[in-house]
C-alpha cells in the first residue's frame, strides 16, 4: 500500500504541538476539582454515617444496633472500594498534550456513567435494607 | 566539536507549518473540522465513523472533501 505522505506530514505537525486548547484545559481543571470536592464530600458522609451507627451501637448495645452499625460500614466500604477502583487514572493527564486531556476527558464521562448506575444499584440495595431491618429505637417503659 | 543543538531555522519552519495548519483546521466548517481532527489525532476510519455515529463510507467521503478543502487553505497566504 502506498504510503500517505501527505496525512503523515500533518499527523506530525499536528501531533508535535503540544498545545492544549486553553478550553479543554480548563474543562479538565474543573473536572479535577470536582473530584476532589467529592472525595471530601464522601469522607465527611463515611465519618458521619459510619461513625454515627457506630457511636449510637455503643450508646445502645443491642444486637439490631451493632448489625445496623455494620450493614453500614458495608455499604460505605463497597462505596470505597468501587470508588477507588473506577477513579483509577483519571485524576491527571498521562501527558500534556490535546489527544491525552481529550482521552482523560472522555474517560471521566465514560466513569461518571458507570458512577450513576452503581450509585443507583446501592441505593437500591440500602432502601431495600431500610424498609425491611427490623430495627426500631427502644421504647420507652 | 559538532554542534548537536537543533537548527533554529528548522524549527521555525516547523512551528509555522503547524501552526498554518492548525488555523487551516480551525476554518474548516464543523462537518469536516471533526473527521479531519480525528484523523489527525491517529484514528482510523471504523473508529471515526463510531464516534461520529457515521458509516465507513461516509467518513471516507467527507474525508475527500475535508483534505481538498484543507489543501486550499493551506495555500491561501495569511
Known sequence: MKPDLELEAWRDQWQADTQVPADLRRKVARESRNLRLLLGLEVLVTLVMGGGSTLWAAIEPRTEMVVLAAAVWLFLGAAWTFAAISRRGIWSPAAVSTAEFLDLSIRRCRKKLLSAAFGAGLYFVETAFCLTYPCRPSSSP | ?78
Do not use: C, F, K, W
Open chain 2, 1 to 78: 566539536m559538532a554542534d548537536t543543538a537543533p537548527n533554529p531555522e528548522a524549527g521555525l519552519a516547523r512551528e509555522q507549518q503547524g501552526a498554518r495548519l492548525r488555523r487551516a483546521v480551525h476554518g474548516l466548517p464543523l462537518l469536516y473540522r471533526q473527521v479531519v481532527t480525528l484523523l489527525l489525532e491517529g484514528m482510523e476510519y471504523d473508529e471515526m465513523a463510531q464516534v461520529l455515529g457515521i458509516s465507513e463510507s461516509n467518513v471516507g467521503a467527507r474525508l475527500s472533501r475535508a483534505r481538498q478543502m484543507l489543501r486550499e487553505l493551506m495555500e491561501v497566504p495569511r
